[in-house]
């Protein structure tokens, strides 16, 4: 970068160099009469020189909010025939969390305020989209993270008289049918992000510069499997017909195993038998008429050598799995079992860090 300077420092290093060299006064008090401008050693910029050479762009800021189903908030508008996130443009002098309470209060009319970031997105100049006229130069897009809003501050929105015609909550994988591409993948980027828990995602034109595990396989962008039936703790009942059956298998760290489509980028709980375990017992099911999902707990002692190259193995905290599955309000009831099931094979509560893909030789633990 080149050091910066005005036309005083300029003059002050030519004043100190006259008191020590008589012959360099002299040189300094002719060569702006012979160049027009002093003389500048090595990268030395004036502030006029610096500020021109500087990249402009805009600035927004938008706000990732999902309900209690891992459905994002999407709203329409009267000038665009596509869905957004909940946010807008930074004004001058504005801080991009700032604009981001702003706009949700002005759009929503939700006061609040949005400190975490998700990610922060390049969109480069040439995006299409934009009229000639306008003379888009780029723009840095800040995603804040709204969090998980009740059916009871859901029911607290109010919309504006104008601009803001409607909100609904859209399954994550519905997005690129609703979205311009680059808002669907900086939407879906963000919410991965949120899910690892690896804190702010660095995004150019919405793909991260680093993808993680979730990235890499395409996690989300294909609809959720929906498993919404009741939840029922204990054994399956002898009477009943079992549609499957699938595990919460725990490492020592409280993490469990989880599986990941390649094809689809669908998450799925392993079967009972995909790993080498201790102390399996049953966990409870679910039973919507027909058939159950039947889920047993167990402690991972050993994992072998992949086997079924259409599958990624992870390791991921319960919160993860739910999150990545669309289980709906028994998805609580299940987890609480789970949990309750950790704490009997005494493993911890596993802190929510990026879910972490297994190597295909296997592992033991």
Do not use: C, K
């Amino acid at each position: 970068m080149p050091q910066l300077t005005d036309q005083g420092a300029i003059d002050q290093a030519a004043t100190a160099r006259a008191a020590t060299d008589q012959g360099a006064t002299a040189r300094a008090a002719t060569a702006p009469a012979e160049t027009g401008a002093h003389e500048r050693d090595g990268t030395w910029m004036t502030p006029q020189e610096y500020g021109a050479s500087r990249a402009a762009v805009w600035s927004a800021a938008v706000v990732l909010v999902t309900d209690t189903d891992g459905r994002i908030l999407v709203q329409s508008v009267d000038y665009r025939t596509d869905r957004l996130l909940p946010g807008g443009a930074v004004d001058a002098g504005e801080a991009p969390s700032a604009a981001a309470a702003r706009e949700l209060r002005e759009e929503l009319g939700v006061d609040d305020r949005y400190p975490r970031g998700l990610a922060v997105d390049w969109i480069p100049a040439d995006t299409p989209g934009f009229p000639p006229e306008m003379r888009f130069p780029g723009e840095i897009l800040h995603v804040y993270d709204g969090g998980t809003w009740t059916p009871e501050r859901i029911d607290a929105v109010r919309l504006p008289a104008q601009e803001i015609t409607g909100i609904h909550f859209a399954e994550p994988a519905e997005l690129p049918a609703l979205m311009e591409p680059g808002d669907a993948r900086r939407a879906l980027s963000a919410l991965r992000a949120r899910i690892n828990g690896s804190g702010t995602a660095l995004l150019e034109d919405g793909r991260p510069t680093m993808p993680t595990a979730l990235d890499r396989l395409g996690v989300l962008r294909t609809r959720r499997i929906p498993e919404r039936e009741p939840w029922h703790p204990g054994p399956v009942p002898a009477q009943l017909p079992v549609r499957d059956r699938s595990a919460w298998l725990f490492a020592p760290d409280g993490r469990v195993l989880l599986l990941i489509a390649r094809a689809t980028g669908a998450a799925h709980l392993p079967p009972p038998t995909a790993a080498a375990v201790t102390a399996a017992a049953p966990l409870g099911y679910r039973y919507g008429g027909q058939g159950a999902h039947a889920r047993t707990a167990a402690r991972l002692t050993a994992l072998p050598p992949a086997a079924d190259p259409a599958y990624a193995r992870l390791l991921a905290t319960p919160e993860q799995v739910r999150e990545l599955s669309d289980w709906g309000p028994a998805g609580g009831h299940e987890l609480a079992a789970v949990h309750t099931a950790r704490l009997r094979l005494g493993l911890p509560a596993a802190p929510r860090t990026p879910a972490t893909e297994l190597p295909e030789e296997g592992a033991r633990w």
